[in-house]
Each structure stands twice: as C-alpha cells, then as structure tokens.
C-alpha cells in the first residue's frame, strides 16, 4: 500500500519550529538558550529536530545521542558523538586548537586520540566539564553553535551532569542553542530525568516543548505524502484510530496495511511485522543487531554476524533501503529504538544468551572495536545479559576502571555494585580480580561518595566496618575509617571526629606513610571546637611534617593551612597572611591544586574576618579566575564566590554581589554552597525592604540546613536571617520567641565572629518591644505598664547582657559590632540622671558609626548614624541629629535600602528635623494624637481591652481608632501596623 517508508512531507510542527527558531534568532544576537523538547516515543522528535537542522543553515550543528545499554546508558555517549563527529571534520589537531591552552588531554575521557587523561577524581571531572564548555565557547565564536543531545531518558548520570552544567553555564559561550530531546512515556514517577528537568526548567532562559500527537487532519496529509495519494476515509479511520496521531505508527501501519486483516493488534507486531516483509537473512540480521544495542559499529556488527563483507552488505541493504536501519557514522543506529526493543524482546531465550555470549567474545577478541570506555562497559553489559557470572564479574570490575578514567562515578559505582552482586557466585572471585571483598566494598563506599550517594557510602563503610577484624588488618580498617569519618561530615552526622580519631591510633606511627598523613591532616582540618585547639595544633603539626617527608605536598599544605587557623587570630592578620603565602608556595610547587584552592578561600575568609573588605574580595575574586583555570569552576570555584559575595555586601556594592551570586548558582554548585549563596541574596533583599523574595531564598536554604548537622559559619547566619525576616514581616511575638529558644539552646560564645551578629539582631529586635524606661531605667522616663510581648523581652535583656560580656572581640570587625551592641543594650549598670544618659548614648553611637565608617560598610554605618541620630536629639542638638540624618539618608538612598530609608523619613517627620514636612495634622502618618497613643498600645501586644483599661476609653471608641489606624497605614492586620511602627520606629525615645 506505501509508496514511502517515511512520508517526505513534514507535517505540522508549526509552533515547535517556531520555538526552536525564536531561540536560534537570540542564540545569534549572543543570548544562548536551551530549548526541552519532550514527547512520546513515535511522535517525531527526531524528525522535528533534523528539518530544524536543515533551516539552521548558518549554524554548527553538533548532534549525539544517549544509548541505551539493557537498562543502562552510557557515560558522555552524546558528547563522545559530537567529539568524534567534530574531529572528522576538523581533525584531531583542529579540536586541539580550539581547547584553552591546548591542554587537551582531558578529553581523552570521552575520546581515546587526545591521549591518556591525567589524573582521575573529582577535579578531574570538573576539569572535563569545563574543557567541554571551552571547547563549545570558541566553536560560538566562529558561527552559531547548535548542540543536540537526543534521548535524553536514556542519559546516564554522568552525561545528566554534564548536560545540566552546559545548560546552566552557556550564556558565556555567546552563540550557543542547546536542544535536548526526550521521551515523556518513559519518565516514570522515579525515573532520574525528572528532577533534572524540573529544575532546568526554571532557569531563565530555558524553554519546554512538549511534542503533541497529530490531529487526524495532519495525519491524512501524512498519510497522502506516504502513499502519493489521499487514502480513502475508511482506511484512514483504521489508521488513525490504531496509530491515534503517532507519526512513526501512522508510517508503521501505512507501510503494513496492504495485510488487511493481518494487521498487528500491539505496537511491538506492528513494529516486528514491517521487518518481516525483508528478506530472511536480513531479519536474522536485525535480531542479531538488536542485542547489539541502539547502535551498533560496523566492525562489531561484522564479527558478531560471521558474515563476510559481501554477504553483510547483502543483508544489510534492505534493511537500510527499508528505513529499519540508519548509517550512523561508522555503524549503524534502528531508526526508531522500539523496533529494536520489538526485535530484542521477541528473541527466544537460548537465542538471548548465544548473541549476548557472542557480542562478549568478539569484544574480548577486539575490545578497540569499541572506543574507551564504552568498549569496557559493552563487554560488561553483554556478559551480564549472557548469565555467565565468573566473567560478568570481571568484566564489570575493569569497566568500573575503565569508568574512573572518564571521572564517569555513577558508571564506575554500578560496575562495582554488579561485582559485588556476583561475588558469591564466582568462587575464585578474589583470585580473578587480584583483591578480595572487603577491598571492593572498601572501593564501592569511596566511589559512593565520590558520585554524591553518601547514604550508600556510609551503608557501605559500615558494612565494610563490621566485616573487618580492626586488630588484624588495622591499615584497611583505618582506610574505611577514614571514608566514613569524610561521608559523616558531608552528611552532619556525629561521629566523623571519632572516626578519624580511631583511624590515626590504627596507622602505625613508627614509620611515615601517606595515609597516615592523610589521616592525621583530615582529623586535623575537623577538629573546630575551642576545646579542641590543642589537639588540632598537634596533629597539623605532625601531618605537616609526614607530608614534607614522605613528598605530599597537599598534606603539607593542608596541615600549615590548619595550623594557621588555631594559630592567628584576626588581630594577627599579618601573620596569617604570610603563613597562608608559604602554604601556598608549597601546593604550587607540588601542583595540590585543591590546596591551593583551599590557600585562597581561607586568606580570603581571614581578610573579610578581620574587616580588610576590598582586599578579601581581590583575593576571592582572583581564587575564582583560579579555579576555573584548574577546572573547578563548580566546587572551589562557588566556595570562593561566597567569599567574594560576602565582602561585596559588607562594602555595600549588592547589585555587584547579586551578579556574583547568580553566577555561581548558575554553575549549580553543591547544596550547601548554595544555601550559603542564598544567604548573601537574602540579606539584600531584606535590606531593601523584599521579604518575600527573602523569605524564597530562605525557605531554600532552610531545605538544605534541614538535612545535616553544620557549623556556626552556617547555622548563626541563618539564625540571624530568620529573626530579621520575622521582625521585617512583623512577626514580633514569633521573633522574640525565636531569639529566646537560641538564648537557652545555642552556643553564643565559642565564635565571636558568627556570635557577635546574632548578638546584635536580638538586640535590635529587644530593643523594638521593650519601652526604654523598661530596659534603660528611670534616666529614660516613666516605664508603661508592659505587655505580654515587652515582658518576654525584658526578661531576656539579662541573659543578653551577660552573653555581651563574655563573647571575646578580636579584629576591628568584632569591635564594631561590640560597640554597635553595647549602644544597642545600654550602660551597665543602668544611670539615673537623664542628662548623664544621654551623654553616655551619643558617645556609644558615635563610636559605633566611626568604627563602621572606618571599615567602610555603609549600611551598618547608617544603621548606626539612626541611632546616633537619636542619641543627638535626646540630648537637645538638633543640628547634630540632623547631620546624622542627613548622612544616614545619603547612604541608605545609595543602597536602595527602603525600609531604612522610611524609617530616617518617618524620624525626621516626628522630630521635625531634616526631611520631608509634616502630613495631616502634624502628627506622623496623619495619625491623630489618641490613634497614636493606641498604636503605641497595638505595638506593645496589647488587646482591645487592655488598651481600653490604660487609656480609660470604651472597647469600641478603641475598635474605631484601631481601624482608623489600619486605613491611615494601609495595612490589613494589627501585626501589620505594629510591624509599621516598629519599622519607623514611631515609638523610639527621639
């Protein structure tokens, strides 16, 4: 009945192209996009992309595809293809030219012609990450580039990983259009595709396109494009009732309609009855390519056949002529993946087994067949699928190395988990891979870690543990001591100390040894606690100089690093830096380059600690060029943008901080670095008055601190974060409440520099409930009766008071922030004369915003100059108060700090000092005297009642001026217009 196999018409896909079309025109004006093209198998994606191809003219086209192996794909496949394919066009030499620096030996994981790769590990895979991205950036540079990665459900995680990176760091390849294509019937409720295109989803500048079936129109000009004639209306009804709109089953029944009645009830007949109109050895053929894989080389294909070029030609023509097979390159590919599936799952099983033992012994013969590591991995795949377990084990334990040299982890924990699962099956297992079991379940929960599956590192570290006797094989118990003392830290869990501890007493000390360097140099770098400084001293010291014997340079670097820390405070910056400058010296002269990355994020973090903003933020940003010229953008890369964000706030340059920020999470760096990130942008946006984009970023980070146990460099910041959010949304009795669990829960005292910011927020939250005669003493007028609310937070002061007292202050940092606290709390003791008080707060203000005038941080300068301000008009100088406002106002508008900015409006209107004039009847807001003095009551927490019993007026006179209230601040809620004054501080004693 069919004239074409494949209709030469394309039909509709109007709205598609025009998707893919609207993000090529912005990929060639420099704005790079990706485009998520998702939909049914049959539906036509491939299709769809190639015209694409075909109007994309101008543009490079990079094309590769994920294979699908059993259940399993294949590490990097697609870019493995667009590698191959661009060295067919260019030549080796031509890539290499295109590589930054030429150095072109990391891609040797994808393809074996650029050499043998340096050395593995997780730097080794950001490096290979960041070497594909070049590679993409100077091919944009030339002309347009279009990337697509089909079959993405197919994709292994390794090749996900890459994807995701590529798509959330192209904007600075320029001209970059990414297309990626997947099957939505496949993502199943777990399947790994779905998170990631959940969150690719909502970057930017990434758009989904969801392939629909055809309409029964398009189907009928599909259907005349095949047959060169518009089929009849009953044939047409059959065909598109079976088919409903799937292209490749519209072709599929076209191409077998003429059967009548024979037509197939299933897709997988349909799809095994258009191969079996070939002739029969071009069918046997096909069954033995379906085992071969999605695609099969044409040498392997040829070993496996035992046919003789001729006679495969023979076989392979009509299945090529009749659409089944594509060339592909070097090899072949089924056009539609389900008939190879038809294919495969329709063999017998003896069938099954010969083939799969066939495919295993002609890669045995030839595994250069098949390039690295993708040889390796087939060999495994096809002795599993042949059941034979002695060599499934040791083929799948060299394609887990195989897999380790193209940092591919997940492949390498797979391969090792299928060793492990066969172990009781080969009895000479132990002899076959020359290392027993507990050696790979040592190796397993190292490489578990490594590809991020903590849970199973630490599983597996146990089980490990439990198997092992500690007294008669001390050096590999101390070894997975080690890895789980590592997998405990990055997951928060107790114990990791004890681990490493246990570890050090195993390794013999008696002679050197790198791991007993190694050990010695983690416990060192874990150690955190005060209590804890001895021992951290000692063990760096002693790591320090096992490394120097035995030639570590990473170990040696680390220890100094360490040993830095516990030295030097940040009142002996100097010192600190020269000892940072010597560890340096040693990681470069070693080429530890995670030391030296770790060299520059802790003289970084030294810096801003010690209030040298503009040099930590040099310093942070050169670490970050540094990283991604070692190809670790991704991990020190990130951790050094948080300390290059952090001084950008303190400085006051947000807008430039908020550019740093979005970066860095465009490189979707680790969870914790990201919440941390987050951190910096929540601070803004509370700032400049967005609680519910903070309350966004917060409720990320909140996520993320949910899952583990972290330090106080985390934890403290957070803490502060909540309460501002809180206090900014007028949450006060919450607020208070959060303040007071930390006050009886936390430790605010062991450091100073993460303490003295929470000691500050909480009193600046106290500060805003207690009324001063309360928390001041009679020197500030008559004490109100409190409410409930102003109790609470009276009741606190104390234990703020002493914990002021007893947090240690080192650096100018830590001195600004005693002192912006101690104005904050008041004298202690408490003074009595007024005129006295007065005296004592202006010069406790004073001294506050000079110290954060000379570390050049304007917003709490400002912050500070309100207080001043204040202090001033108490005291009776107006134009002092003024001069202080006016300042206040200047920084606060170069900020764009609005809450801040309404609160110096709102003082000045009420002091009637610099600012805008009065509104209404003189008083703030247009509020009348008596709708003051009940806001006051509103904002002390009181009831209607209450209110009414302080101020001698009916409930109902106060449920008026209450809603008067309401209307005149344009609020809905009483915690609202409590949350108003509090933020103008209507109520502050002027």
């Not at 496949?77 to 890539?95: C, E, I, K, S, Y």
């Not at 290499?96 to 150095?103: D, E, F, I, Q, S």
């Not at 080794?124 to 697509?148: D, M, Q, Y």
């Not at 300068?861 to 301000?869: C, F, I, N, R």
Request: hydrophobic share 45%; net charge negative; charged share 25%.
């Amino acid at each position: 009945m069919s004239i074409h196999a494949v209709s030469p018409l394309f039909v509709g896909r109007a709205r598609e192209l025009a998707v893919l079309g609207d993000a090529l025109v912005r990929a060639r004006s420099g704005v790079s996009s990706t485009v998520l093209l998702g939909g049914e198998a049959g539906v036509g994606k491939t299709r769809l992309v190639r015209e694409f191809i075909d109007r994309a003219d101008d543009a490079l086209a990079l094309v590769g595809g994920c294979l699908e192996l059993g259940t399993e794909g294949l590490p990097f496949a697609p870019f493995t293809a667009v590698l191959r394919g661009l060295v067919r066009q260019l030549g080796r030499d031509g890539v290499a030219a295109l590589v930054p620096g030429g150095a072109t030996r990391g891609l040797g994981r994808l393809l074996p012609e650029f050499g043998e790769p340096g050395k593995d590990g997780a730097e080794a895979r950001a490096r290979l990450f960041e070497l594909v991205l070049g590679l993409l950036e100077r091919l944009a540079e030339e002309r347009p580039v279009l990337l697509v990665v089909e079959d993405a459900h197919w994709a292994d995680r390794s090749t996900r990983d890459l994807l995701s990176f590529l798509v959330r760091y192209q904007r600075t390849a320029g001209r970059l259009l990414i297309v990626v294509t997947y099957r939505t019937d496949e993502l199943h409720r777990t399947h790994p595709l779905r998170p990631m295109l959940a969150e690719l989803g909502r970057v930017e500048w990434v758009a989904r396109a969801d392939l629909r079936r055809l309409t029964r129109r398009e189907a009928v000009a599909q259907a005349a494009s095949i047959l060169e004639r518009e089929p009849s209306p009953v044939d047409m009804d059959l065909i598109y009732a079976r088919s409903e709109g799937n292209p490749l089953f519209v072709e599929a029944l076209l191409s077998e309609a003429g059967g009548g009645d024979a037509l197939p009830e299933s897709l997988r007949d349909l799809l095994l009855a258009s191969v079996e109109r070939l002739p029969e050895e071009t069918q046997e053929l096909l069954r033995v390519a379906s085992a071969g894989g999605q695609r099969i080389e044409h040498d392997l294909l040829s070993a496996v056949a035992g046919l003789d070029e001729n006679a495969l030609s023979r076989a392979l023509r009509p299945a090529v002529a009749g659409n089944v097979l594509v060339v592909d390159g070097e090899g072949y590919g089924f056009r539609h993946a389900l008939i190879r599936e038809a294919l495969h799952d329709d063999l017998l099983p003896g069938e099954h087994t010969r083939l799969h033992t066939r495919y295993a012994e002609a890669l045995e013969r030839d595994l250069s067949i098949l390039p690295a590591p993708r040889g390796a991995i087939e060999l495994a795949h096809h002795w599993h699928a042949a059941h034979d377990s002695t060599w499934a084990l040791v083929s799948a334990w060299h394609a887990a190395a195989a897999a380790r040299k193209s940092t591919a982890y997940d492949e390498q924990l797979r391969m090792l988990s299928r060793v492990l699962e066969r172990w009781d099956q080969v009895p000479d297992a132990a002899e076959r891979i020359g290392c027993d079991r507990l050696d790979v379940l040592k190796q397993i929960a190292t490489v578990a870690h490594l590809a991020g599956e903590y849970e199973r590192s630490l599983a597996l570290a146990n089980a490990a543990l439990a198997e092992l006797d500690h007294e008669a094989d001390p050096i590999r118990t101390a070894l997975v001591l080690r890895q789980r003392g590592l997998t405990r830290y990055d997951l928060g869990r107790a114990g990791y100390v004890d681990d490493l501890r246990r570890a050090a007493e195993l390794v013999p000390a008696d002679h050197p040894s790198k791991l007993r360097g190694q050990v010695l140099e983690s416990l060192s770098r874990m150690l955190h606690g005060a209590e804890d400084w001895p021992e951290k001293i000692a063990t760096a010291q002693l790591a320090r100089e096992l490394g120097r014997e035995v030639g570590d340079a990473n170990v040696e670097a680390h220890a100094l690093i360490s040993l830095t820390w516990a030295r030097f405070g940040f009142s002996e910056i100097e010192a600190q830096l020269d000892a940072f400058a010597e560890a340096r010296r040693i990681a470069a002269d070693g080429e530890a380059y995670n030391a030296l990355m770790r060299c520059a994020i802790s003289e970084s973090d030294a810096l801003e600690g010690a209030g040298r903003h503009e040099r930590a933020a040099q310093v942070a940003r050169d670490g970050v060029q540094e990283a991604g010229h070692y190809g670790l953008a991704r991990t020190s890369g990130t951790f050094l943008a948080i300390n290059l964000a952090e001084p950008l706030v303190s400085l006051g340059r947000w807008d430039e901080a908020l550019q740093v920020i979005e970066h860095a999470l465009d490189l979707a760096p680790p969870a914790p670095y990201r919440a941390s990130l987050q951190g910096y942008a929540t601070d803004i946006a509370l700032a400049r008055g967005q609680p519910d984009r903070a309350e966004q970023l917060l409720g990320s980070s909140r996520n993320v601190l949910s899952r583990g146990t972290y330090r106080d460099q985390t934890v403290l910041p957070h803490l502060c974060r909540e309460v501002r959010l809180l206090h900014a949304r007028g949450e006060m009795d919450e607020a208070v409440r959060t303040a007071a669990r930390a006050l009886e829960e936390r430790d605010l005292v062991s450091t100073p520099r993460y303490d003295w910011p929470v000691l500050v927020t909480f009193a600046r939250l106290l500060t805003s409930v207690v009324p001063p005669g309360l928390r001041l003493g009679p020197a500030a007028g008559p004490a109100p009766q409190p409410g409930a609310l102003a109790q609470l937070g009276a009741s606190l002061l104390p234990r703020l008071r002493a914990l002021g007292q007893e947090v240690e202050t080192e650096g100018d940092l830590e001195q600004a922030h005693r002192l912006t606290f101690t104005a904050l709390i008041g004298p202690e003791p408490p003074l009595d004369d007024a005129a006295e008080l007065g005296a004592w707060q202006v010069k406790a203000w004073d001294l506050a915003v000079g110290a954060w005038m000379a570390l050049r941080q304007p917003y709490a300068e400002a912050m500070s100059l309100v207080g001043a301000a204040q202090a001033a008009l108490a005291a009776g100088d107006r134009q002092e108060a003024a001069t202080r406002l006016t300042r206040a106002r200047e920084l606060a508008g170069r900020l764009g700090a609005t809450p801040l900015l309404e609160q110096l409006d709102a003082f000045g209107r009420r002091a009637r000092i610099g600012g805008p004039e009065e509104v209404g009847d003189g008083q703030p807001l247009g509020l009348t005297a008596r709708e003051l003095e009940v806001l006051r009551e509103v904002t002390n927490g009181r009831s209607n009642r209450e209110i009414a019993g302080a101020l001698f007026i009916s409930i109902k006179t106060v449920s008026v001026h209450v809603s008067n209230i309401l209307a005149k601040l344009g609020v809905s809620t009483r915690g609202e217009a409590a949350a108003t004054a509090h933020r103008l501080r209507l109520f502050d004693a002027p």
